[in-house]
């Protein structure tokens, strides 16, 4: 018999409780929040769906593999295990260890930057984008058209708009610092990049003779994606198909915090020596030494491990189908979404949830607000709070999209904590019509939604 429903493929050997609170408290720790939900404790939050990103459940192989962590300060084992699963996965001969992924963005996007540089992706993530923009460079975003599009279905809509590609590296000739492909496509909705797209982008940019890097924090859920949905991939294994992905790069830059099941850590892998060199230099100015990089040794063999658990066909078959049933019973709600479903997250469409409220006054912060007092559900914006700049009047230039993301955390919560989100939302939606906006009283100049405080109208 074939069963239709789908189990989470792990028993819990260890429980964390979580803390329950009334709406009226909750109500109270927002406003002392300054209506940001970095600034709320954990411990006041029942279902955190702020970030896939280091909130994995380790699997007892991890933590066993935490206790043989060998400590010291160069040669250790555990580097050994991990420098040896990163080639093994990337094809990559020279990788250098990093304490998360922006880490390694900083290093690597810190010497190709520079004034004058350009970068071009489907879509920088905020803290690629961050650090490209911090050195002075520009960060350009080209994702296929059908991506702004958010009701549109489409199988691989984190793809890369090659046309434009062709345009911007002619026009920005001698001064592009790399191409960057993000699988998923994190920022542009969690959606993925298919095969074909990439060796596309790969062929232009040796074409031009362009780095090409790969952000590949997802790329175990992109592999997914790619062999149920891309024709001639359907009998590879996930494993060989980002091997394949990786193939077609000059290099790539990974947080392990999403698919290596990690806590904490990251890393940059390069084919060439030259470049890898360049970034060991900064690497130990900033971040430790080559064989440790600011990873404590049991961090390095919970990569290791992780890196090899996260292509189990029956842990990215729950993954990927758990985060399309949340998708799917909100659907039923009526709530807007990002489709079709991603990887690690769903996105809602705040723009046309509140169409009273104007991109200005923040919709998607509105929405944030909104799950935390009703359901204690932590998400996140990204929209105009992240992504949005001013203008020279003053005014606000908004992001592309109003978008709302409830990423999961791997191996964490189970279909009634997923229940109790639905339910949630089925009172979004009756009070949806009476949600007000925000607006910011004080913000820092980079990544401004981490600590910005705002006030509702
Ligand atoms: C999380 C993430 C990063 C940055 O990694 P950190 O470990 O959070 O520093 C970079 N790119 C993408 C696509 C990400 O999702």
Redesign the pocket.
């Given at each position: 018999m074939q069963f239709q429903t789908i189990i989470e493929p792990f028993r819990i050997k260890s429980v964390e409780p979580i803390g329950l609170s009334t709406e009226e408290e909750r109500v109270r720790f927002l406003k002392e929040a300054h209506y940001n939900p970095f600034l709320l404790r954990s411990k006041d939050v029942i279902i955190d769906f702020m970030?896939?990103?280091?909130t994995s459940a380790m699997s007892a192989h991890q933590w066993a593999g935490v206790m043989e962590g060998d400590e010291a300060y160069a040669g250790s084992r555990s580097w050994e295990r991990m420098q040896q699963a990163v080639q093994e996965l990337t094809g990559m001969e020279h990788i250098l260890p990093t304490h998360?992924?922006?880490?390694?963005?900083r290093i690597v996007y810190g010497h190709l930057g520079g004034p004058g540089k350009v970068f071009i992706s489907n879509t920088h993530?905020?803290?690629?984008r961050a650090n490209i923009e911090f050195t002075g460079a520009t960060a350009i975003d080209i994702p296929i058209k059908e991506n702004e599009d958010t009701a549109l279905l489409h199988p691989f809509k984190g793809n890369m708009d090659t046309a434009a590609l062709e345009r911007l590296l002619k026009e920005h000739k001698g001064n592009v610092g790399a191409v960057i492909l993000?699988?998923?496509?994190?920022?542009g909705g969690g959606q993925p990049v298919s095969m074909a797209n990439a060796k596309e982008i790969s062929s232009i940019c040796r074409h031009h003779g362009v780095l090409l890097m790969l952000?590949c924090?997802?790329i175990a859920e992109n592999s997914y994606f790619v062999k149920h949905r891309e024709q001639g991939m359907e009998n590879l294994s996930y494993r060989e198909i980002a091997q394949r992905m990786f193939a077609l790069t000059d290099g790539a830059?990974?947080?392990?915090?999403?698919d290596a099941f990690a806590n904490?850590?990251?890393f940059i892998a390069f084919k060439d020596a030259a470049l890898a060199e360049a970034c060991t230099n900064l690497l130990i100015i900033t971040e430790g030494f080559s064989t440790y990089g600011g990873l404590a040794g049991r961090d390095m063999e919970a990569i290791a491990i992780g890196l090899q658990e996260v292509f189990d066909p029956h842990y990215l078959q729950y993954r990927i189908k758990s985060t399309a049933f949340l998708g799917d019973r909100l659907t039923e709600l009526g709530v807007p979404l990002m489709l079709p479903i991603g990887g690690h997250a769903v996105y809602i469409d705040a723009k046309k949830l509140y169409p009273h409220i104007p991109p200005a006054q923040y919709p998607g912060q509105a929405l944030v607000c909104e799950l935390y007092r009703i359901g204690g559900i932590r998400s996140v914006e990204i929209g105009s709070v992240m992504f949005g700049t001013y203008a020279e009047d003053g005014s606000l230039k908004p992001a592309r999209m109003e978008l709302v993301r409830l990423a999961i955390p791997r191996r964490v919560y189970t279909q009634s904590h997923i229940e109790y989100v639905a339910e949630a939302f089925g009172e979004v939606m009756r009070r949806k019509d009476k949600a007000r906006g925000l607006k910011i009283m004080k913000e820092p100049k980079f990544l401004r939604h981490f600590t910005a405080h705002f006030e509702t109208l």
């Open positions: 970030t896939d990103s280091g998360q992924g922006r880490a390694g963005e993530f905020d803290t690629t993000t699988v998923t496509n994190n920022s952000d924090c997802r830059v990974m947080s392990a915090k999403k904490i850590g990251g």
